[in-house]
T-cell receptor
């Protein structure tokens, strides 16, 4: 039982490049989330999904796209990376709504955009 | 504007003593509060939660107190152990309308000294 895994753990991009971050969970959770954490700011929700085939915008969705083609996977895409997207990205999952259900987090992906 | 404030960026206590981490919030619509702990290079892990209809919740060494009139909650760790050294995040669930989401504080870094 691996919980929530994220791939890759580290990545350096040049401005304008694209990439996809992969999140996988083996707990059969319906809800999945992508957050970013920046110095001096709390965790901010980028996008989330309430089930396979669904996605919704969070607080800071601009510049990102997501897909949930399979229940266990939640992909975060950056089509044209910008230095402002340098951050640590966390994926999380929960069996129900995040506010009243425990979220399980992955170890994070540290992304640097030059 | 920070709706969830953890005004102490850091806290240092001796092993065996009590650690008290504080969190203030501004939105009276918050109906559920959660504490997460985060070690370096790992994702946050759930610690304890409390509903707004309660004023105390206890789980082993961890107790969360909620003072709704003051819009204040605190996490008590007794006795503190070196393994408790981590960053602690307070998060609040916004139950307003259909826009349920979790609002995170900036975290308090706790150091428990042997």
């Amino acid at each position: 039982n691996a919980g929530v895994t994220q791939t890759p753990k580290f990545r350096v991009l040049k401005t304008g490049q694209s990439m996809t971050l992969l999140c996988a969970q083996d707990m059969n959770h319906e809800y999945m989330y992508w957050y970013r954490q920046d110095p001096g700011m709390g965790l901010r929700l980028i996008h989330y999904s309430v089930g396979e085939g669904t996605t919704a915008k969070g607080e800071v969705p601009d510049g990102y796209n997501v897909s949930r083609l399979k229940k266990q996977n939640f992909l975060l895409g950056l089509e044209s990376a910008a230095p402002s997207q340098t951050s640590v990205y966390f994926c999380a999952s929960s069996k129900g709504l995040a506010g009243v259900n425990e979220q399980f987090f992955g170890p994070g992906t540290r992304l640097t955009v030059l | 504007d920070q709706q969830v404030k953890q005004n102490s960026p850091s806290l240092s206590v001796q092993e065996g003593r009590i650690s008290i981490l504080n969190c203030d919030y501004t939105n009276s619509m918050f109906d559920y509060f959660l504490w997460y702990k985060k070690y370096p290079a790992e994702g946050p892990t759930f610690l304890i939660s409390i509903s707004s209809i309660k004023d105390k919740n206890e789980d082993g060494r961890f107790t969360v107190f909620l003072n709704k009139s003051a819009k204040h909650l605190s996490l008590h760790i007794v006795p503190s152990q070196p393994g408790d050294s981590a960053v602690y995040f307070c998060a609040a669930n916004n139950n307003a309308g259909n826009n349920r989401k979790l609002i995170w504080g900036l975290g308090t870094s706790l150091a428990v000294n042997p």
